[in-house]
């Protein structure tokens, strides 16, 4: 369970007192209750909170099979008449005198302590024993402390609960993912019946490869963005003439005539985007992928276990943020095997979930899906285009690395907008392609495809962009926005993807989740306005790299509103930052919800000139101890210096 910060502990047994408490507790509930039948008993302490005046114990009670509450008991240091009360005990101190009179020799229940009980949730003060708890309670106001013990904009001030709640809805990332056991035991069934290990290794090895091939070539660059226009006429001009007159946006007058009419002008960010789309496809031999029988079981041992753990990442973080999405429809474009439509059942269960469309036109990989949810419970149809089926809404859509198949921008422009409109209001639409600069260019081509032609409160994006503004990243030229998830692989002796040594593979991805309609960053002007923790998370900034751990202090890299790249330090030694302990167990993708102290407005700055000249002093330094001051190693003659600075010559091209 996760700790509380802000002053909480983690949780601890449960002490004897507290046990008492509860078992005096018990008739009192019961006899209070005896319209639910289906009360049961008080379950182990949840959280402890040591404070100046006393102890605050936050208590789980079960009220019915599925119905929980949460209750919180304050002891402070003294017995009052508000105790006696309670527990009807004697005492040596008078019934009649006042709450604030206490006793230190009191033998009975509170021994020698005050238990005040209130509930933590309004959903709860409904229930028959919290009304109880109403009329036996004289102080609810008391919280976790006084106010001389809390800390300058401390989130102790919030319910331990709620922080519970919104440390997991921080925490999106998941370390390593496990293969459905049903799912891995037809894999493995499959790759046992189908041949020889050798052969699938070997179709499996060729097919990546020549996938890898075309989305691991290109180089980070700056990405056009709509929200950078230029505002002389003169430069805008120029730059427009050097982009038309480039070698590779010639060649789009045969397939766009329409960007040179005059009539249809275009903004410059679009016919960069193009411009680039076309330079990129046109260095790789563009194929469509056709999958034999062995192709397609390759495919399924190869990339099937981490297709599944990403696409569930995703879609949990989905259901995580957004509990009013109830999906009851899916469409899966480009499904293959399905891993899509297998992580959202795991997801949201095979109950919730009655229609499923799979979308995919190798006849040997449909085989592939429709071996794989033989054994699901909801209608699926499989069809070879996008407009065989039926033209009906749907609540949720997934495009899982498809992107790269298609040829040109124009066509994945068409594609995502055709998709948009078969979406229902509130649906969500999943994009996720390979971590790399090519499948971040694809997501950032599409993210500026819903800024530029979408009004604002058309849509929202849930993941991972904490605004609808500019990407940073994309205007770094250096860095790229992408993530990782760890799968646990199959076992090696059924097939074999690489070293024995490594059962566990990391997945780099890029992904994009929009909803459609009005979002919680349209309603609300800043996070405190948000009425559900949900709703908050919104506002966060999303960590874009690894932290960086060192002694006392962290360091993270942030993307936050509005479009900022940000490098922010959380330290040990500054409780007003909050969130250390969070930092230390933070991991890349998840969310900061803590108050942001900016350490380098521009996060992973690269290496300074003085960093960089320290760095060549030091090197030069080493490079003489091992040579010598000439510049030679010891013991060798000239001739054979000169004759090994000719072949580093000759090798390196100087």
């Given at each position: 369970?996760?700790?509380?910060?802000?002053?909480?502990?983690?949780?601890?047994?449960?002490?004897?007192?507290?046990?008492?408490?509860?078992?005096?507790?018990?008739?009192?509930?019961?006899?209070?209750?005896?319209?639910?039948?289906?009360?049961?008993?008080?379950?182990?302490?949840?959280?402890?909170?040591?404070?100046?005046?006393?102890?605050?114990?936050?208590?789980?009670?079960?009220?019915?099979?599925?119905?929980?509450?949460?209750?919180?008991?304050?002891?402070?240091?003294?017995?009052?008449?508000?105790?006696?009360?309670?527990?009807?005990?004697?005492?040596?101190?008078?019934?009649?005198?006042?709450?604030?009179?206490?006793?230190?020799?009191?033998?009975?229940?509170?021994?020698?302590?005050?238990?005040?009980?209130?509930?933590?949730?309004?959903?709860?003060?409904?229930?028959?024993?919290?009304?109880?708890?109403?009329?036996?309670?004289?102080?609810?106001?008391?919280?976790?402390?006084?106010?001389?013990?809390?800390?300058?904009?401390?989130?102790?001030?919030?319910?331990?609960?709620?922080?519970?709640?919104?440390?997991?809805?921080?925490?999106?990332?998941?370390?390593?993912?496990?293969?459905?056991?049903?799912?891995?035991?037809?894999?493995?069934?499959l790759l046992r019946d189908f041949g020889n290990k050798k052969d699938v290794e070997r179709y499996a090895r060729y097919v990546m490869q020549r996938q890898r091939s075309r989305s691991s070539t290109e180089l980070p660059r700056v990405l056009s963005s709509a929200f950078l226009p230029e505002k002389e006429e003169d430069k805008e001009k120029s730059r427009l003439d050097r982009i038309t007159k480039g070698q590779h946006f010639q060649e789009l007058k045969h397939t766009m005539p329409e960007l040179f009419d005059p009539e249809k002008s275009q903004e410059i960010s679009e016919l960069q985007r193009l411009s680039i789309a076309h330079a990129e496809d046109s260095r790789h031999r563009l194929y469509q992928q056709f999958y034999s029988p062995e192709a397609a079981v390759a495919y399924l041992a190869h990339r099937f276990p981490p297709a599944y753990?990403?696409?569930?990442?995703?879609?949990?973080?989905?259901?995580?943020?957004?509990?009013?999405?109830?999906?009851?429809?899916?469409?899966?474009?480009?499904?293959?095997?399905?891993?899509?439509?297998?992580?959202?059942?795991?997801?949201?269960?095979?109950?919730?979930?009655?229609?499923?469309?799979?979308?995919?036109?190798?006849?040997?990989?449909?085989?592939?899906?429709?071996?794989?949810?033989?054994?699901?419970?909801?209608?699926?149809?499989?069809?070879?285009?996008?407009?065989?089926?039926?033209?009906?809404?749907?609540?949720?859509?997934?495009?899982?690395?498809?992107?790269?198949?298609?040829?040109?921008?124009?066509?994945?422009?068409?594609?995502?907008?055709?998709?948009?409109?078969?979406?229902?209001?509130?649906?969500?639409?999943?994009?996720?392609?390979?971590?790399?600069?090519?499948?971040?260019?694809?997501?950032?081509?599409?993210?500026?495809?819903?800024?530029?032609?979408?009004?604002?409160?058309?849509?929202?994006?849930?993941?991972?962009?904490?605004?609808?503004?500019?990407?940073?990243?994309?205007?770094?030229?250096?860095?790229?926005?992408?993530?990782?998830?760890?799968?646990?692989?199959?076992?090696?002796?059924?097939?074999?993807?690489?070293?024995?040594?490594?059962?566990?593979?990391?997945?780099?991805?890029?992904?994009?989740?929009?909803?459609?309609?009005?979002?919680?960053?349209?309603?609300?002007?800043?996070?405190?306005?948000?009425?559900?923790?949900?709703?908050?998370?919104?506002?966060?900034?999303?960590?874009?790299?690894?932290?960086?751990?060192?002694?006392?202090?962290?360091?993270?890299?942030?993307?936050?509103?509005?479009?900022?790249?940000?490098?922010?330090?959380?330290?040990?030694?500054?409780?007003?930052?909050?969130?250390?302990?969070?930092?230390?167990?933070?991991?890349?993708?998840?969310?900061?919800?803590?108050?942001?102290?900016?350490?380098?407005?521009?996060?992973?700055?690269?290496?300074?000139?003085?960093?960089?000249?320290?760095?060549?002093?030091?090197?030069?330094?080493?490079?003489?101890?091992?040579?010598?001051?000439?510049?030679?190693?010891?013991?060798?003659?000239?001739?054979?210096?000169?004759?090994?600075?000719?072949?580093?010559?000759?090798?390196?091209?100087?």
């Amino acid at each position: 369970m996760s700790p509380i910060c802000g002053g909480l502990s983690e949780a601890r047994p449960v002490s004897d007192s507290v046990r008492r408490l509860c078992e005096q507790l018990r008739p009192a509930m019961e006899q209070s209750n005896k319209a639910n039948a289906a009360f049961t008993e008080f379950e182990p302490i949840s959280y402890k909170s040591q404070v100046v005046a006393g102890t605050n114990y936050f208590v789980k009670i079960k009220v019915g099979p599925e119905d929980f509450a949460h209750v919180r008991i304050f002891q402070s240091l003294t017995c009052t008449a508000a105790s006696r009360r309670l527990f009807s005990h004697s005492c040596p101190v008078s019934e009649d005198s006042s709450s604030s009179s206490s006793c230190s020799s009191c033998q009975t229940g509170c021994g020698g302590s005050t238990w005040y009980l209130g509930a933590e949730d309004e959903a709860a003060s409904s229930n028959p024993y919290v009304q109880w708890f109403d009329l036996h309670m004289n102080n609810r106001a008391i919280t976790r402390g006084f106010k001389f013990d809390r800390h300058f904009g401390s989130p102790s001030e919030l319910d331990p609960l709620y922080v519970v709640e919104l440390d997991n809805l921080a925490m999106c990332s998941q370390k390593t993912n496990f293969l459905n056991p049903l799912l891995k035991a037809k894999i493995i069934r499959l790759l046992r019946d189908f041949g020889n290990k050798k052969d699938v290794e070997r179709y499996a090895r060729y097919v990546m490869q020549r996938q890898r091939s075309r989305s691991s070539t290109e180089l980070p660059r700056v990405l056009s963005s709509a929200f950078l226009p230029e505002k002389e006429e003169d430069k805008e001009k120029s730059r427009l003439d050097r982009i038309t007159k480039g070698q590779h946006f010639q060649e789009l007058k045969h397939t766009m005539p329409e960007l040179f009419d005059p009539e249809k002008s275009q903004e410059i960010s679009e016919l960069q985007r193009l411009s680039i789309a076309h330079a990129e496809d046109s260095r790789h031999r563009l194929y469509q992928q056709f999958y034999s029988p062995e192709a397609a079981v390759a495919y399924l041992a190869h990339r099937f276990p981490p297709a599944y753990a990403v696409n569930f990442r995703v879609l949990h973080e989905v259901m995580k943020r957004c509990p009013d999405f109830k999906p009851t429809s899916i469409l899966d474009y480009g499904s293959g095997p399905a891993p899509s439509v297998c992580a959202a059942a795991d997801v949201w269960g095979q109950r919730l979930i009655k229609r499923v469309v799979c979308v995919e036109p190798s006849l040997h990989m449909k085989q592939m899906g429709k071996y794989i949810l033989s054994d699901y419970s909801a209608n699926v149809e499989w069809s070879s285009q996008l407009y065989d089926g039926k033209n009906q809404r749907q609540s949720i859509i997934t495009v899982s690395y498809v992107l790269m198949h298609l040829k040109g921008q124009e066509a994945r422009d068409l594609l995502i907008r055709n998709l948009w409109n078969r979406l229902e209001d509130g649906g969500v639409l999943v994009v996720i392609e390979a971590g790399t600069p090519t499948g971040f260019r694809f997501i950032h081509h599409i993210r500026e495809l819903f800024i530029m032609q979408l009004p604002n409160k058309a849509f929202h994006f849930v993941a991972p962009c904490p605004h609808e503004s500019m990407c940073p990243l994309a205007t770094t030229g250096r860095d790229w926005c992408h993530f990782h998830q760890g799968v646990k692989r199959l076992p090696h002796y059924v097939y074999n993807k690489g070293s024995q040594a490594r059962h566990v593979e990391w997945e780099k991805f890029s992904f994009l989740v929009v909803r459609k309609g009005e979002g919680p960053r349209q309603k609300y002007s800043k996070e405190e306005d948000a009425l559900t923790a949900a709703e908050r998370s919104y506002f966060w900034p999303r960590l874009l790299m690894p932290p960086i751990k060192a002694g006392g202090h962290t360091l993270v890299d942030a993307c936050s509103a509005p479009n900022n790249f940000e490098r922010l330090s959380v330290s040990k030694a500054k409780p007003h930052t909050m969130g250390y302990r969070f930092s230390r167990k933070v991991m890349w993708g998840d969310l900061w919800r803590f108050p942001k102290r900016v350490n380098r407005r521009n996060a992973r700055e690269y290496v300074p000139d003085e960093t960089k000249r320290h760095l060549e002093r030091l090197a030069k330094k080493a490079y003489e101890n091992i040579r010598g001051k000439k510049g030679r190693e010891v013991g060798t003659t000239k001739e054979e210096f000169k004759e090994e600075k000719r072949d580093e010559s000759l090798h390196y091209g100087k």
